[in-house]
């Protein structure tokens, strides 16, 4: 029992936990700005546009058919069976916008990360021996020197 506690107590300090606490908790409040987004500003003027549709009521009534409810609200309180299909087309539509999101933002990660790996390889690049060592004096000479300048050396090509 004593090892359980000291590999949890390791978990924890590595980071891993808290790590995945802060995502989860960024992620719920992203969840709730896109959930605002796609409620209040999104499918609003879609409903507008469809013939003032609020999709929030939009449902299917399985059981009481012999009574009409104003809204969803109320044929839920009245314990009616109902397909909320109103709020599936706006889970959706959160789902969308936040795929897209995540697909823009590593989108732009991987773009800045391939201009960092291409700048890397180009610093190296510039960083590969433009030199050679003179077998003879044992001084750095260009590699297409074929005498070196300070001993006078012949030096194979």
């Known amino acids: 029992m004593k090892k359980f506690f000291e590999d949890f107590r390791d978990f924890i300090v590595q980071g891993n936990a808290l790590n995945l606490a802060i ?11 896109v959930n605002s987004l796609v409620q209040d500003i999104i499918m609003p003027p879609i409903g507008l546009l469809l013939g ?19 809204s969803l609200a109320d ?24 795929a897209f999101v995540i697909f823009v933002l590593l989108r732009a990660i991987n773009k800045a990360r391939e201009k960092a790996e291409e700048k890397l390889k180009l610093e190296k690049k510039k960083e590969e021996a433009t030199t050679k060592v003179c077998p003879f004096c044992a001084t750095d000479i260009p590699l297409e020197a074929v005498r070196c300048p300070h001993c006078t ?5």
Not at 23 to 33: D, P
């Open 52 to 70: 003032k549709v609020d999709f929030s009521n939009l449902y299917i009534q399985l059981t009481h058919r012999d009574m009409e409810f104003a």
């Open 75 to 98: 044929a839920q309180a009245n314990g009616a069976v109902v397909i909320a299909y109103g709020k599936f087309i706006m889970a959706i539509v959160s789902f969308l916008i936040i």
């Open 153 to 157: 050396s012949q030096l194979d090509s």
């Open 23 to 33: 995502g989860v908790v960024i992620g719920g409040a992203f969840g709730a700005i």
